[in-house]
């Protein structure tokens, strides 16, 4: 995409967000969006319009002037992936990036920027998943997350065997409060391990929507094409930003689809208003983002 074009849909986006009054968050991302020949200039017209935005990226062109032009332009995070301990990630990403990860941690925070490691899980790392958490809280990381594979085919890892990896994962986050890292709930079926559990309960006479995934509510994704996708994860084309104005994407009947809960497999369960799972690993596991959550373990136990 020309810079012209991205301007366009910067503009079209904050129309839509004064009309709206919303407030705007971004994620830049990629590929390494530091690559992209008019990365700065889209940085600066983000901070002009006083937008919080965030880098989903990688290690490999940071380095400290780099994140301290970031962070004197508005960005706030800064995202890198981290996807088994050192051997596994090596030959899932690139060797070296294990440790350079690890490395510009410390560039970082000497910016000021919040660190974000996120794990992609599925069966052949799920078991280096808390050694991962632990090397990132003794290397200083600020925010540590993970999240299912929910590309084509599926992650292999069956609905009790992740309920026990949530279990495990809630006892390590609780044993590491306090040495400076933030633990991430991300993932959805959290809420239905914490419903399980008693440490969250459902108010009955609720009829909105509480948690979940954000799909159709709260975010979309803009390819470079200018295609809007209601969810980055999968196929879920809804309209495009040179063509269309924000504001008829979002309420859009294609848009609407999303936000039809009733629609999806999990409209009649009880917590279709906090959980709903996760539509793209769903997807990558049916090819059909309506279907119930393939990792959750409700009415299995």
Known sequence: MDIKRCHAIIDNIAKFGRKRKLEMNFALTGGDPLLFPFFWEVAKRLNEKKWEWIVLGNPFHLDLSVALRLKELGCTRYQMSIDGIKKTHDSIRKKGSFDSTLEKIKILKEAGIISLVMTTVFKENIDEIPEVTRICADSGVDLIAFARYGGNGQNGISPMRYRKFLEEMHQLYLSLEGKGSNFSYKDHLWKLFFLESGMAVIDEKNEEIVDGCHCGFGHLSILPNGDVYACRRFDSLVGNALENSMDNIFLSDKMEEYR?????EC??????????GCPAVSYGEYGDWKRKDPQCWKELT
Do not use: I, Q
């Open 267 to 276: 409209g009649s369960c009880e917590l279709k208003l906090y959980c709903r």
């Open 260 to 264: 039809n809960v009733d629609e999806m």
